[in-house]
């Protein structure tokens, strides 16, 4: 009855009754505020530990700017206990900052968002990954020289990791977790702090049994990359056969001939979007074929 009553998650009331606990007292309200701290950290995905931060700081009358301070450090800890010894030591000594913006930032839907974000998780997976013989990040990078990314902040990552190995340089995940970006700083956090798994489906459709670190690498750089450029390709079908639909309105010769151009690229998109879809194992769905 009583948890009916509350209708609150387990986050909450543990909250509720710390405070409670706690009473006036600061000693002990800083205590509550580390331990809540501790607990959001250890939410995996980003959109949900942000989600809680926003709620929490109202229960917790601590502006959310301290809270994600917080969440960060801990989250710094545990991101640079993984690291290689190599890149510890091109840490600051600074802990990450976050500076709330003052306004919401507008939603913008890409259609390609989760399979860009993908990229930018294997750059900074793979610094230190060899594949076949050739380091991960030229691998990806090689595979990545057709394809545009559309979203910014993944689009700035891809670039920085362009310019360096144009050099010949390194570049480590200290590097993008001590950005002078707050933007940047917080997306390698995310995404490092986020576990990916290749899906079974994947391993079943290629008869592969991954036990083999490099084998997996080399699975998810074919799979991401493939998927990306799959997702590209539809975008673009689907634009060219949008432009076909308008210019059949128009009744002269000059659009019919235009339009016999634009139903032979369709043509071929569409037999590269069947050959990416065998080495992504997707099911392309019928109104785009």
Do not use: C
């Amino acid at each position: 009855q009583f948890f009916e009553k509350e209708k609150k998650d387990l986050i909450h009331l543990h909250t509720s009754l710390f405070l409670e606990e706690a009473g006036g007292d600061p000693v002990k309200v800083a205590g509550v505020i580390k331990d809540i701290v501790q607990t959001i950290s250890l939410i995996p995905d980003p959109i949900t530990r942000s989600l809680y931060i926003k709620q929490t700081s109202k229960l917790l009358e601590v502006t959310e700017s301290v809270l994600v301070n917080e969440t960060n450090k801990i989250l710094r800890k545990r991101i640079v206990k993984r690291l290689p010894a190599n890149d510890q030591s091109a840490l600051d000594a600074d802990i990450i900052s976050y500076k709330p913006k003052q306004e919401e930032p507008k939603f913008q839907f890409h259609l390609d968002d989760t399979q860009e974000r993908d990229i930018v998780r294997l750059l900074l997976e793979n610094s230190n990954s060899e594949v076949e013989g050739e380091n991960g990040i030229l691998r990806i990078l090689r595979n990545m020289e057709d394809v545009e990314i559309e979203n910014q902040l993944y689009n700035k990552v891809l670039k920085e990791y362009i310019q360096y190995y144009t050099q010949q340089d390194y570049i480590s995940q200290a590097h993008f977790i001590n950005h002078p970006e707050t933007e940047v700083r917080e997306l390698t956090i995310d995404i490092l702090q986020t576990p990916y798994e290749l899906s079974d489906n994947w391993a079943k459709m290629h008869d592969v049994h991954i036990t083999n670190k490099v084998l997996l690498t080399q699975q998810d750089i074919l799979k991401t990359i493939s998927f990306l450029k799959l997702k590209k390709v539809v975008k673009m079908k689907l634009e060219i056969e949008q432009q076909i639909k308008e210019l059949q309105d128009i009744k002269t010769e000059e659009a019919d001939n235009e339009i016999n151009l634009y139903l032979k690229e369709v043509t071929e998109l569409q037999q590269l979007i069947k050959r990416l879809s065998i080495d992504t194992g997707t099911v392309v769905l019928p109104y785009i074929k």
